[in-house]
């Protein structure tokens, strides 16, 4: 009897369950996906003109008319570049690292990842310490060069430079994993059947290595398309900054700027929806099943020609450097006061811990051009102005 | 047709091999056996070129090879793996060697087609991607690429070790088979005695980096010339003092007996030494059965044909004769 009781008290707790994980999650779906999507649509086609008239295709032809298409073309093309020189940076510190023999392999591959730690807020501020209009290095060549532009490194090409160093992170873990995967016997008979190193990493390792390079190619393109802090701080126009820009403006400065904003988003999120569906189409069909039982570990391919190897090694260095910039950079000037912070020259009589035990004050700009005052803390440091980076330590933990 | 002399190979301060000394006869089947980690992968990898011997010279057809480069050896190497290239056709798995050569491609396909021919692969196959092929149609295309591009030789790293037992007896049987109809030289590794002595003309024995023994399936059985040798093929028995009296043997050395030459129950010849014995325990496998008897202080497993007729129960006495001929002694 009492048993019978229990069951039917226990379905219908289950039934309740049901019922409001139902209702929750259409609540979610509802309030969380459809409305705001909605909402999206009907703030682009309910705008008015200054007669307080509606006039649904408003935006539409404010977008043809205006410069707005300019920042969906300055998005692609960063995006195009970024696919570019991402892959190449990407598939070159994947090689240094895993394929070839360089010596110092370990050391470079920790560089190489640093990325993975910093975010790309604290990586553009890690550069700006060095080749900003007030950077250590600009200040250096300025006094070498009086007549050089101080800004120098701002907009597409400091963006791509930078972004370009920022998102190998992805290249690093999956390129690495898939390179590790390849069973080495292969490239040995291909060694054997007369192929030379150069060939084997063209025809047999690369030809593997496809699948996951699209993947990674077609998630960099949708990086360099929503890009957000580097063309904020660096000065280029693409989507994301203008949507940032005009959610913060209103209809006393401009022409509906929130419908524009809407509809920048929703090309965005077309761009994006268009990709990652080609990736989940392509991915379905495009692996290939490794078809060893048992795998040979990959062994470090020593490059045969002396040239070559100096070339690659120098390569790899440079590299390294570049990865190391920032970190060093804001490392070095975590030891440094706000003002020296801020002025981006490194006082070398005064080194100081406050960032890490104290707390100072210092003004900032917002980037509505505010000025605020925060408590520094260490998070003062990696942030530039306005955004807080930060470390992701968690992340690094975490594997 | 291929001669390692002296070979002494090191990975650090270990050394993997110690003086090496092999000749391979031209169209022989040559198998390397011995346990796990004796060397006889290591020393494969140096005949293919993989390797570097410390000391000794590798010569194929009376040229020293030692230094030549992997690609310009023209040695065939089928792997333990296959190591077929996933990323491409089973047609361009095999045409791979050969577009490297740079022949032309109505060459490349002529030899493609005698090569499937030859190897039972189907035009159908030749299209497939690896990965859809069954594990005996993958090692066809092993075979085929490495023979394609005609190599004077060809080694085989524990081809068979990845497959199921049924499969592994019926590719054993094909591969014999086609290296008969190829009549190319084959260097073979494997640490399974049975493959060894089904497939091999001559059988080279491996222990911790040395050979103890070369010669054909009989010699290294029947004849094994050290009690490694004789413990690593076959079963044996060691002989305990009991027996090893009775049949006035020298007391300083280990002597054995095969399992199968132990006589149960025969009528007693004039050099054997028979004594009771008591049946302690049977397995039955089917074509023979195994006994453990008790006799002269010691337990002596033995093979009997099974008969039918003679079949002894636990506990049953029998008559166990030894023959000095049989007796193995080291
Ligand atoms: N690259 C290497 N570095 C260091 N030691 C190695 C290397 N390759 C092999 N060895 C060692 O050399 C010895 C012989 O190895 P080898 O692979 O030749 O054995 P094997 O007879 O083929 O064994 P298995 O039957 O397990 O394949 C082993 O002790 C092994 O640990
Ligand atoms: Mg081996």
């Given at each position: 009897?009492?048993?019978?009781?229990?069951?039917?008290?226990?379905?219908?707790?289950?039934l309740?369950?049901?019922?409001?994980?139902?209702?929750?999650?259409?609540?979610?779906?509802?309030?969380?996906?459809?409305?705001?999507?909605?909402?999206?649509?009907?703030?682009?086609?309910?705008?008015?003109?200054?007669?307080?008239?509606?006039?649904?295709?408003?935006?539409?032809?404010?977008f043809?008319?205006?410069n707005?298409?300019?920042?969906?073309?300055?998005?692609?093309?960063?995006?195009?570049?970024?696919?570019?020189?991402?892959?190449?940076?990407?598939?070159?510190?994947?090689?240094?690292?895993?394929?070839?023999?360089?010596?110092?392999?370990?050391?470079?591959?920790?560089?190489?990842?640093?990325?993975?730690?910093?975010?790309?807020?604290?990586?553009?501020?890690?550069?700006?310490?060095?080749?900003?209009?007030?950077?250590?290095?600009?200040?250096?060549?300025?006094?070498?060069?009086?007549?050089?532009?101080?800004?120098?490194?701002?907009?597409?090409?400091a963006?791509?430079?930078?972004?370009?160093?920022?998102?190998?992170?992805?290249?690093?873990?999956?390129?690495?994993?898939?390179?590790?995967?390849?069973?080495?016997?292969?490239?040995?008979?291909?060694?054997?059947?007369?192929?030379?190193?150069?060939?084997?990493?063209?025809?047999?390792?690369?030809?593997?290595?496809?699948?996951?390079?699209?993947?990674?190619?077609?998630?960099?393109?949708?990086?360099?398309?929503?890009?957000?802090?580097?063309?904020?701080?660096?000065g280029?126009?693409?989507?994301?900054?203008?949507?940032?820009?005009?959610?913060?403006?209103?209809?006393?400065?401009?022409?509906?700027?929130?419908?524009?904003?809407?509809?920048?988003?929703?090309?965005?999120?077309?761009?994006?929806?268009?990709?990652?569906?080609?990736?989940?189409?392509?991915?379905?069909?495009?692996?290939y099943?490794?078809?060893?039982?048992?795998?040979?570990?990959?062994?470090?391919?020593?490059?045969?020609?002396?040239?070559?190897?100096?070339v690659?090694?120098?390569?790899?260095?440079?590299?390294?450097?570049i990865?190391?910039?920032?970190?060093?950079?804001?490392?070095?000037?975590?030891?440094?006061?706000?003002?020296?912070?801020?002025?981006?020259?490194?006082?070398?009589?005064?080194?100081?811990?406050?960032?890490?035990?104290?707390?100072?004050?210092?003004?900032?700009?917002?980037?509505?051009?505010?000025?605020?005052?925060?408590?520094?803390?260490?998070?003062?440091?990696?942030?530039?102005?306005?955004?807080?980076?930060?470390?992701?330590?968690?992340?690094?933990?975490?594997? | 047709?291929?001669?390692?002399t002296?070979?002494?190979?090191?990975?650090?301060?270990?050394?993997?091999?110690?003086?090496?000394?092999?000749?391979?006869?031209?169209?022989?089947?040559?198998?390397?056996?011995?346990?796990?980690?004796?060397?006889?992968?290591?020393?494969?990898?140096?005949?293919?070129?993989?390797?570097?011997?410390?000391?000794?010279?590798?010569?194929?057809?009376?040229?020293?090879?030692?230094?030549?480069?992997?690609?310009?050896?023209?040695?065939?190497?089928?792997?333990?793996?296959?190591?077929l290239?996933?990323?491409?056709?089973v047609?361009?798995?095999?045409?791979f060697?050969?577009?490297?050569?740079?022949?032309?491609k109505?060459?490349?396909?002529?030899?493609?087609?005698?090569?499937?021919?030859?190897?039972?692969?189907?035009?159908?196959?030749?299209?497939k991607?690896?990965?859809?092929?069954?594990?005996?149609?993958?090692?066809?295309?092993?075979?085929?690429?490495?023979?394609?591009?005609?190599?004077?030789?060809?080694?085989?790293?524990?081809?068979?070790?990845?497959?199921?037992?049924?499969?592994?007896?019926?590719?054993?049987?094909?591969?014999?088979?086609?290296?008969?109809?190829?009549?190319?030289?084959?260097?073979?590794?494997?640490?399974?005695?049975?493959?060894a002595?089904?497939?091999?003309?001559?059988?080279?024995?491996?222990?911790?980096?040395?050979?103890?023994q070369?010669?054909?399936?009989?010699?290294?059985?029947?004849?094994?010339?050290?009690?490694?040798?004789?413990?690593?093929?076959?079963?044996?028995?060691?002989?305990?003092?009991?027996?090893?009296?009775?049949l006035?043997?020298p007391?300083?050395?280990?002597?054995?007996?095969?399992?199968?030459?132990?006589?149960?129950?025969?009528?007693?010849?004039?050099?054997?030494?028979?004594?009771?014995?008591?049946?302690?325990?049977?397995?039955?496998?089917?074509?023979?059965?195994?006994?453990?008897?008790?006799?002269?202080?010691?337990?002596?497993?033995?093979?009997?044909?099974?008969?039918?007729?003679?079949?002894?129960?636990p506990?049953?006495?029998?008559?166990?004769?030894?023959?000095?001929?049989?007796?193995?002694?080291?």
């Open positions: 009897m009492q048993q019978t009781l229990k069951k039917k008290g226990g379905l219908d707790l289950s309740i369950w049901k019922v409001f994980g139902g209702a929750l999650f259409v609540y979610l779906f509802l309030g969380f996906m459809v409305l705001p999507c909605l909402n999206t649509l009907t703030s682009i086609f309910t705008t008015k003109d200054a007669a307080g008239n509606m006039d649904p295709m408003a935006v539409i032809r404010f043809f008319a205006g707005m298409p300019s920042f969906v073309i300055n998005s692609l093309k960063l995006a195009v570049s970024l696919v570019v020189t991402v892959n190449v940076v990407g598939i070159s510190i994947v090689l240094l690292t895993e394929y070839f023999d360089i010596k110092g392999a370990k050391i470079l591959r920790l560089g190489y990842m640093t990325t993975l730690i910093y975010s790309g807020v604290a990586l553009v501020t890690g550069y700006q310490f060095l080749y900003d209009s007030n950077g250590m290095l600009t200040q250096w060549l300025s006094g070498v060069f009086p007549g050089m532009n101080r800004q120098w490194f701002s907009g597409f090409n963006v791509l430079f930078t972004m370009t160093f920022a998102c190998t992170s992805n290249h690093a873990l999956f390129l690495r994993n898939a390179i590790r995967g390849i069973d080495y016997n292969t490239v040995e008979a291909a060694r054997n059947m007369g192929a030379k190193p150069f060939k084997v990493l063209l025809k047999v390792v690369m030809p593997t290595l496809l699948p996951t390079l699209f993947s990674l190619t077609v998630m960099t393109f949708i990086t360099g398309l929503c890009a957000m802090s580097a063309p904020t701080l660096l280029y126009n693409s989507i994301n900054p203008e949507i940032v820009r005009l959610a913060g403006s209103s209809v006393a400065d401009e022409a509906f700027p929130q419908a524009r904003a809407a509809l920048l988003s929703i090309i965005l999120a077309l761009f994006t929806i268009v990709l990652l569906t080609t990736l989940n189409h392509y991915e379905r069909k495009g692996h099943l490794s078809v060893s039982k048992t795998k040979a570990k990959l062994v470090k391919q020593k490059i045969q020609n002396p040239v070559w190897n100096v690659a090694h120098i390569y790899a260095y440079v590299l390294f450097i990865y190391m910039t920032p970190v060093a950079m804001i490392v070095l000037f975590s030891f440094q006061n706000w003002p020296a912070i801020r002025a981006k020259s490194l006082n070398v009589s005064s080194w100081t811990l406050i960032n890490f035990f104290g707390t100072q004050d210092y003004s900032y700009t917002t980037s509505r051009g505010k000025q605020r005052l925060r408590e520094g803390v260490i998070s003062g440091v990696f942030s530039n102005a306005d955004t807080v980076g930060g470390i992701r330590l968690s992340f690094v933990l975490s594997r | 047709m291929i001669k390692l002296d070979i002494v190979v090191k990975f650090d301060d270990f050394e993997a091999l110690h003086n090496i000394n092999v000749h391979v006869k031209e169209g022989e089947f040559f198998t390397f056996l011995g346990p796990s980690g004796c060397g006889k992968t290591t020393t494969l990898r140096t005949i293919t070129g993989f390797i570097e011997p410390v000391s000794g010279t590798v010569s194929m057809q009376g040229r020293d090879i030692t230094h030549v480069p992997i690609e310009k050896r023209n040695i065939g190497i089928v792997f333990q793996s296959y190591a290239f996933p990323t491409m056709t047609h361009d798995n095999i045409a060697g050969l577009k490297i050569k740079k022949l032309p109505n060459e490349i396909e002529e030899k493609i087609k005698t090569i499937a021919r030859k190897v039972d692969l189907s035009d159908e196959q030749l299209a991607a690896v990965s859809q092929l069954s594990g005996g149609q993958q090692q066809r295309v092993a075979i085929a690429r490495a023979l394609v591009t005609e190599p004077a030789i060809i080694c085989m790293d524990e081809p068979l070790s990845n497959l199921d037992a049924k499969l592994r007896v019926q590719l054993r049987n094909e591969l014999k088979k086609m290296q008969r109809e190829f009549g190319i030289t084959t260097i073979y590794v494997t640490h399974d005695q049975e493959e002595l089904t497939l091999s003309d001559r059988i080279a024995v491996f222990n911790k980096g040395y050979i103890e070369i010669g054909t399936p009989n010699e290294v059985y029947n004849h094994s010339k050290t009690e490694f040798v004789a413990n690593f093929i076959g079963d044996i028995n060691p002989l305990g003092e009991g027996v090893v009296k009775g006035g043997l007391a300083d050395k280990h002597h054995f007996i095969r399992l199968e030459r132990v006589r149960v129950n025969r009528p007693k010849d004039d050099d054997v030494f028979q004594t009771d014995g008591v049946i302690e325990n049977r397995e039955y496998y089917g074509l023979y059965i195994k006994y453990y008897i008790n006799t002269a202080g010691q337990t002596i497993k033995v093979i009997e044909k099974n008969d039918g007729i003679n079949i002894y129960e506990g049953e006495h029998v008559a166990v004769g030894i023959h000095p001929q049989d007796v193995m002694s080291y």
